[in-house]
């Protein structure tokens, strides 16, 4: 998956998914903690999602918290984690 | 009379916090919190049968709605409080060492101490919502209710606290780091309406089952939040002892930040699940 496609993913998420009702434009840059459109159970939610469709596991323990809760940055995790676990074997 | 209190294995933080914390539990400053006032309201919908003979209180914590409701209860009737936190088990145990009818056993949802089919009426006040294993917990209260059992369950629901999840949720992220932020999330088991329906009808029927919701705003002091904080201190025992400090000041600033000319907002999303005998044949 590129970054552009996960980051599409995680975007339509969070639109079908927020916790406020803001119309707020949703893109690389947006700070979803601290705004309140995500709170930690959708943080939880959303991760389990990236996870789950785009067939990796997040690595928490590698994320930086300044990035984290954007969204450019959690994509850049997710690719990270995805790089860093071996290919499944043939 | 039985108040003896055994130990059991099964630990987590929580537990661990609402056991070390349990002397400070019953002070008036946690009474008069938004959780005091859900919780005497929760009491106060609490309605008893005449014919209940065995009424079981799971998560009694130091034991006040069992002592409130034994008190007006016929005397045939027994009261079982059940708490995981071996603290709370021994204040309740001492409370109700005068009333022959109240027995406290340490346990939990997902382990009653009951045996099959013998309880007739069970609830429980802002507890549900710490269990680890949701489905298990059912079936359990599914097992330990009579087939005409009835239930109240009063726990906190997905939108509970959103003013402070929004302020707070930067901060902890700072300090807790996201594995350990999303760790603490993962110890409540915070539902929707639709959620909690789905879960209880894995084991009881509708229309005998049944799920409301409500949004209550509670205005406090920040010192009178505060003081409730210590509940929720187990989520966050793993933030270094040296970040804590700093970690709590800019908490407070932020939770004082939401004060209006009522005070400081706080709202308790409260799922309210309830199981009926059926109607009586016309």
Known sequence: MTHDQLQQLVVEWIKANKRTSNHLEISGDTELLGTGILDSFGFLDLIMHIESKAGLQIDLAEADPAEFAVVRGLCNLALKSQAAQPCPQA | MSTGVRTVEARNPIVETYSRLAREYDEEANFLSCWGRASARALSAIRLRDDYSVIADVGCGTGRALQALASTAPPHTQFIGIDPAENMCRIAAEKAAANKAVQIRLGAFEKIPLETASVDYLYSILAFHWVTDPAASVAEIARVLKPNGEMDLFFIGRDNGREFIQKTSAIFLKYMGPALLLDSARLRKQLTREAALQLFSTAFASPRLSVEESLTTYYDTLEGHWSWWVRVEGHFVKIPQEKK??????????????????????????????????????
Do not use: F, M, N
């Open chain 2, 245 to 282: 400090t700093a970690c709590d000041r800019e908490v407070r600033e932020a939770l004082q930040s939401l004060a209006g000319p009522r005070g400081i907002p706080y709202t308790i999303h409260e799922l309210h699940v309830k199981l009926r005998r059926p109607d009586p044949p016309h």
